[in-house]
């Protein structure tokens, strides 16, 4: 059975810094992986995801994620952090054999980035 | 387009009541489903439902049901709502299997309910 975990539920980061939130899934086929984020009291938002073609994925905002297949992760990344960054962030994979359709996502229980000025 | 919908957007409960959530989408999307999100938890699947008239079960379809009568609307039952059912529940959709590969998934801005 696949399965993501998120390493860290909260990261704080001073404005300007530099934002890495863990992701390692287990799959025993190369997975479709995403990145969403979620700000206070709304749904979630695709940020970025990975479909097999370039391992380093640019998404909105800024962020960029990297799938590691030796490292079975999908960490992401910005160069620095602003205060509107300040939200949850959810890791998901999507079973390969919905061939990349983002039905029925697996999601990480997600982590909490705080932005300090 | 208004995206996916979801009513209320706050409910409370008496233990062993029922109610329905509704969740609506205008982007002719098939595919549309059901998460909670609880704290510490991610988001779960509850059901979804891959076109009109077709539904399945997702991680934790215990106490809720669903039904699929047209591509617009998928509506989740809670049958006799229970305390362990708090949560904040989100519809979601996307074009369907297969045809959402370039598309995300819409989220609604979610229903919170608590049951007491």
């Known amino acids: 059975a696949q399965s993501v975990t998120q390493l860290g539920s909260h990261v704080s980061v001073s404005e300007g810094a530099l934002v890495l939130l863990r992701c390692n899934y287990s799959s025993s086929v190369p997975p479709y992986l995403f990145w969403y984020v979620q700000y206070p009291n709304q749904g979630l938002q695709l940020l970025l995801k990975?479909?097999?073609?370039?391992?380093l994925v640019k998404g909105i905002n800024g962020f960029e994620a990297e799938f590691k297949k030796s490292e079975t992760s999908f960490h992401l990344t910005k160069p620095s952090a602003h205060m509107s960054d300040a939200a949850e962030y959810f890791c998901?994979?999507?079973?390969?054999?919905?061939?990349?359709?983002?039905?029925?996502?697996?999601f990480g229980k997600g982590t909490k980035l705080s932005v300090k000025p | 387009n208004a995206g996916v919908t979801q009513t209320p957007k706050f409910q409370v409960l008496k233990t062993g009541q029922s109610m329905t959530l509704q969740c609506a989408q205008d982007m002719n999307h098939e595919y549309m489903s059901w998460y909670r999100q609880d704290p510490g938890m991610g988001l779960r699947l509850i059901h979804y439902?891959?076109?009109?008239?077709?539904?399945d079960q997702g991680e934790v379809p215990n106490g809720y049901n669903v039904s699929r009568s047209t591509t617009e609307d998928f509506p989740l039952r809670l049958l006799s709502a229970a305390p362990s059912q708090t949560s904040v529940y989100f519809c979601?959709?996307?074009?369907?299997?297969?045809?959402?590969?370039?598309?995300?998934?819409?989220f609604g801005n979610g229903t919170r309910l608590t049951v007491t």
């Open positions: 998901a994979v999507s079973p390969p054999r919905h061939g990349g359709s983002q039905g029925n996502l697996i």
């Open positions: 990975y479909t097999s073609a370039a391992t």
């Open positions: 979601a959709s996307s074009p369907g299997m297969g045809r959402s590969y370039n598309s995300p998934l819409h």
């Open positions: 439902s891959v076109g009109a008239g077709i539904t």
